[in-house]
């Protein structure tokens, strides 16, 4: 499944809990992105986000001699991630009940607030979308697969893919729509932690 967690994990991972910074720059690069559009549904602002996204990995290198080659990163980042969400997100309720403002923000605040503390960032969420990620990729045709491989997991741009592929754009564009169709319905119980997957 192109660069998932367990293709570079277990080297990577154990280099960075020795402190290897290039180890971590491998993680932070990967994850940034993911990490990054999920918060984006929780907080409207993008500095805002980043700022969450960055104490994020802060904390995770400050961990990194504390967590074991058995901890799940996904889980970990997205857990830290939603618990620093929260507390911004309730940080603000309590600025917006000291300086009222409209009832609109202030519900969708609400359900915000309630959505994440619901969410389930657990290691086993995480295997099971893995597990639900490969089963539709087996399931795809060997053309979609491969260009939704390339779009989603390698990061190539339409262009680059219908260049290299020898097919048009339309049809990178075609084959990456039908795939996320799918994905959708067969990853419905955890969109939230899948944002960056229906970003092109």
């Not at 970990?76 to 939603?82: D, E, G, S």
């Not at 539709?136 to 045709?141: A, P």
């Not at 053309?143 to 390339?150: D, S, Y």
Request: proline share 2%.
């Amino acid at each position: 499944m192109g660069e998932n967690m367990s293709e570079f994990s277990h080297e990577i991972i154990q280099q960075f809990f020795k402190g290897d910074e290039p180890s971590f720059k491998v993680i932070f690069n990967f994850f940034y992105p993911r990490i990054f559009h999920f918060v984006r549904e929780y907080i409207q602002k993008d500095d805002l986000a980043e700022n969450v996204v960055q104490d994020t990995f802060l904390i995770l290198w400050n961990n990194r001699t504390n967590l074991s080659e058995e901890t799940n990163l996904n889980a970990w980042l997205y857990t830290v991630a939603r618990n620093h969400c929260l507390k911004r997100l309730r940080d603000d309720k309590a600025k917006k009940n000291l300086f009222s403002s409209d009832s609109h923000s202030d519900l969708e605040l609400e359900m915000n607030i309630e959505a994440l503390a619901g969410l389930d960032t657990s290691e086993l969420t995480f295997t099971e979308i893995e597990r639900i990620i490969e089963d539709t990729m087996d399931g795809l045709s060997p053309q979609c697969r491969k260009i939704f491989e390339m779009s989603r997991f390698s990061n190539k741009k339409n262009r680059e893919i219908a260049e290299e592929l020898n097919i048009s754009v339309k049809a990178v564009e075609g084959q990456i729509t039908k795939a996320l169709k799918i994905f959708r319905i067969n990853l419905r119980e955890y969109l939230p932690l899948l944002s960056w997957l229906f970003i092109g």
